[in-house]
T-cell receptor, first 113, second 113 residues
Framework: GAGVSQSPSNKVTEKGKDVELRCDPI?????LYWYRQRLGQGLEFLIY????????KSGLPSDRFSAERTGESVSTLTIQRTQQEDSAVYLC???????????FGDGTRLSIL | GENVEQHPSTLSVQEGDSAVIKCTYS??????FPWYKQELGKRPQLIID?????GEKKDQRIAVTLNKTAKHFSLHITETQPEDSAVYFC????????????FGKGTKLSVKP
């Protein structure tokens, strides 16, 4: 596609529910990243995928967070048993390879009631 | 852990003036420094980046300088325009070419007509 695509653009859910966020990277980009951006803050790295290699999960804040990606296609970020502190914009980015510039999607604004 | 400090947090300038945003990083192995512009409710957009083998890079009204010895880098915007108003984020890739981006907390730039 022309750019990184994320869905949904907005998600409102009750505390304790599970949510699944989706990212469709730029075609041909082997590297994919998830970030969290709390209101008025910078971007916080969550997880990185490179092709079929094992992902770098070093940024995941707790075991309630997980992500999957098959090959160089779509990725999903899952948050289980959501808490109010999970409220944030979740941004996905992709790059040709890890050492190349990252291009971001519009993000998913997650609100936990 | 690795850290990127960004100053100032807010910056207000008159149209036509210059704006300078400064960042410092802690990891001496960092070798890639991008700058992103994020308008309200929009995705971060890469505006310029620099690698550690050069000291300065310029693209029209935007320039970035890097001082590896002091571990700081700066964004310079000349002849500012109202459309330059946005939040600007610096980032540093820690740990070399295979590391993750660490972002600063952002600078909100307001350009007054």
């Amino acid at each position: 596609g022309a750019g990184v695509s994320q869905s949904p653009s907005n998600k409102v859910t009750e505390k304790g529910k599970d949510v699944e966020l989706r990212c469709d990277p730029i075609s041909g980009h082997t590297a994919l990243y998830w970030y969290r951006q709390r209101l008025g803050q910078g971007l916080e790295f969550l997880i990185y995928f490179q092709g079929n290699s094992a992902p770098d999960k070093s940024g995941l804040p707790s075991d309630r967070f997980s992500a999957e990606r098959t090959g160089e296609s779509v990725s999903t970020l899952t948050i289980q048993r959501t808490q109010q502190e999970d409220s944030a914009v979740y941004l996905c980015a992709s790059s040709l390879v890890r050492d190349q510039p990252q291009h971001f999607g519009d993000g998913t604004r997650l609100s936990i009631l | 852990g690795e850290n990127v400090e960004q100053h100032p947090s807010t910056l207000s300038v008159q149209e036509g003036d210059s704006a300078v945003i400064k960042c410092t990083y802690s990891d001496s192995a960092s070798n890639y420094f991008p700058w992103y512009k994020q308008e309200l409710g929009k995705r971060p957009q890469l505006i310029i980046d620099i690698r550690s083998n050069v000291g300065e890079k310029k693209d029209q009204r935007i320039a970035v300088t890097l001082n590896k010895t002091a571990k700081h880098f700066s964004l310079h915007i000349t002849e500012t325009q109202p459309e330059d108003s946005a939040v600007y984020f610096c980032a540093a890739r820690h740990g070399g070419s295979q590391g993750n981006l660490i972002f600063g907390k952002g600078t909100k730039l307001s350009v007054k007509p």
